[in-house]
């Protein structure tokens, strides 16, 4: 076997998370981290976090800022589900077609591929119940509603959205641009359908910063404020998104496919991180340490942070924070 060579700038990820089986190491999850000061300087970083990645799903408050940039008027839960990777509840599933309805769309109107609820749990009860895949299932459809929404008040084609060219989408790039203070590197396309584009974990961390200290009444506030008061239609009643925002004040946080993650609280201070390899089972407890080199603590930092691994249906070992 050949050996690999590397550039001497590559930047080789630290290990954020590490398996724990039978108190054997087992593996590792690296990856990039950073957090921001209240003022928005960088105070803790790990990896490469000025390096551009998709913030997948964590871009998703930034793409209902645009919508209402656009004009739609979208407050409340309907505001919330817009900038949702929702867990397939019942209530999820009722609201996004009640969006569709208020401008004369159905499901088939929707860009998304077909799915089953994200959440096991809703999964399996939706199997059980004789359905199959659908798009309004997909945990992305509060978002295409919005964005199907947006099209209806400005008499946009509604079958392009999805389409980086369309005029709505490049709201969302002067958006995204303009939030994270970055010139975005490159645009590509997300598992939804809509375009993706990449920033660094820091850009995406100023964004998030951005939102909760706007100004009243703006777009990015009152996505940041229908986020806040109403977590179980961004996430689901089973997710730590929810968990955060609803147990500690003025936070505002926001998980993305590819385990990556995006919070800031009240004050301005912030965090972004990615795991290289995707996981998401090491998300809570990487996510966990960095809440705490925010200041944040209580019994939600705990929940979050508990990655079981188990053996034989029994509590054998953990994924835990390494830094």
């Not at 385990?259 to 201070?269: C, E, H, N, P, S």
């Not at 090491?282 to 603590?297: E, F, Q, T």
Request: charged share 20%; with cysteine; net charge negative.
């Amino acid at each position: 076997m050949g050996v690999i060579a590397t550039s001497a700038t590559t930047v080789i990820p630290p290990v954020l998370a590490e398996v724990v089986r039978s108190g054997f190491v087992e593996g590792h999850h690296r990856g990039s981290l950073v957090v921001l000061a209240p003022d928005g300087t960088v105070e803790v970083s790990a990896g490469d976090p000025a390096a551009p990645v998709f913030p997948r799903s964590s871009l998703k408050p930034l793409q209902a800022a645009a919508v209402l940039r656009a004009g739609l008027e979208l407050s409340g839960e309907r505001l919330a589900l817009a900038t949702s990777s929702h867990s397939g509840e019942p209530f999820h599933l009722d609201l996004a077609r009640k969006m569709l309805a208020d401008h004369g769309f159905t499901e088939a109107d929707l860009a998304t591929p077909p799915g089953l609820p994200l959440d096991p749990v809703e999964a399996e009860a939706y199997l059980a119940a004789g359905r199959v895949r659908d798009r309004i299932a997909m945990n992305c459809s509060g978002k295409h509603a919005a964005m199907l929404g947006a099209c209806a008040v400005n008499g946009w084609d509604p079958r392009s959205y999805p389409d980086r060219r369309h005029p709505l989408q490049r709201l969302v790039l002067e958006e995204v641009e303009a939030a994270s203070g970055e010139s975005v590197a490159v645009v590509g396309t997300d598992g939804c359908g809509t375009p993706l584009t990449a920033i660094s974990l820091v850009g995406l961390a100023r964004a998030f910063r951005s939102y909760v200290l706007a100004e009243q009444g703006t777009p990015q506030r009152l996505v940041a404020d229908a986020m806040r008061a109403h977590p179980e239609y961004v996430a689901g009643t089973r997710r730590s998104d929810t968990w955060l925002m609803r147990e500690v004040p003025g936070a505002l946080a926001k998980v993305g496919a590819e385990a990556v993650q995006a919070v800031a609280l009240a004050d301005g201070r912030a965090l972004a991180f990615k795991i290289d390899d995707g996981s998401s089972r090491a998300v809570g407890p990487v996510l966990a340490r960095a809440l705490g080199m925010l200041g944040v603590d209580g019994p939600v930092v705990g929940r979050i942070a508990d990655a079981p691994l188990l053996g034989g249906g029994e509590r054998v070992g953990e994924v835990r924070a390494a830094f």
